[in-house]
């Protein structure tokens, strides 16, 4: 009974990967509508800052997930360099790209001081010596808190637009990121309530919050989006 219920954590770790990247696909697709469209200079270059920014935060969620379905499986992490760990770095080097390129765009903005905060974070915590520096569970809490940051700056992005387009495109990424954020939650608190069925029956008000944070999530983004 015991293995079997270890097993359906691991399941739950093992689908939320593929949740994720549908919904960050669905969010860089809003962002990139307006990197193809007639916008100025400027608000194209915010636009394609936002769509790497989604894009590095959502690598930072299935690397979190990565490290803690290795760590249940191994207890450590191996000296090999996984898929998504590679996947992160290569997010991480074009998100930096487009960092240098809205800069002149961004620079006295008030979003500036985060962008710069979390690129600092992040070139500390992705180096090549993550898995011997951190533990499992502490990477894993690292990357989740720097995804958290960067889905702030898209939100904050939002006071530099300059036209409805780009702001209603801003707002449906967020939206589609808390949505993110949420199944995020619901299958950690499953995989809570899996691994230690005594302490389950007190997480139930944690998963009616984290659905229905989701539920709001969905209605803003439809708001936002519209029909498309």
């Keep these: 009974m015991l293995k079997r219920i270890k097993i359906r954590g691991k399941l739950l770790l093992l689908l939320i990967t593929p949740l994720l990247a549908v919904l960050v696909f669905a969010a860089s697709g809003v962002l990139e509508r307006i990197d193809n469209s007639d916008a100025s200079d ?21 690397e979190r997930f990565q490290t803690l379905l290795t760590g249940r ?14 996947a992160t770095d290569e997010a991480l080097q074009q998100w930096r790209v487009e960092v240098a390129a809205v800069s002149p765009a ?8 985060a962008i710069d ?39 904050g992005l939002q006071a530099e637009s300059t036209s409805i387009e780009l702001y209603q495109a801003l707002d449906g990424a967020a939206s589609l990121i808390a949505v993110q954020e ?44 519209g029909a498309d």
Excluded: C, K
């Design 42 to 62: 400027r608000e194209a270059q915010i636009a394609e800052f936002a769509e790497a920014t989604a894009d590095l935060s959502n690598a930072l969620q299935i």
């Design 73 to 86: 499986l191994m207890g450590a992490f191996s000296s090999e360099i996984r898929p998504d760990e590679i």
């Design 106 to 113: 961004l620079s006295g903005s008030s979003v500036w001081p």
């Design 117 to 155: 905060g979390v690129e600092q974070q992040l070139v500390d915590i992705l180096d090549q010596e993550r898995g011997e520096r951190f533990a499992p569970d502490d990477l894993a809490n690292q990357l989740d808190d720097n995804a958290q940051q960067l889905n702030r700056i898209i939100v």
């Design 182 to 225: 949420s199944l995020a939650d619901i299958v950690l608190i499953g995989d809570r309530a899996i691994s230690n069925p005594d302490g389950a029956g007190g997480m139930a008000i944690l998963v009616r919050d984290a659905v229905t944070a989701l539920s709001l999530g969905y209605d803003q983004a439809a708001e936002a989006l």
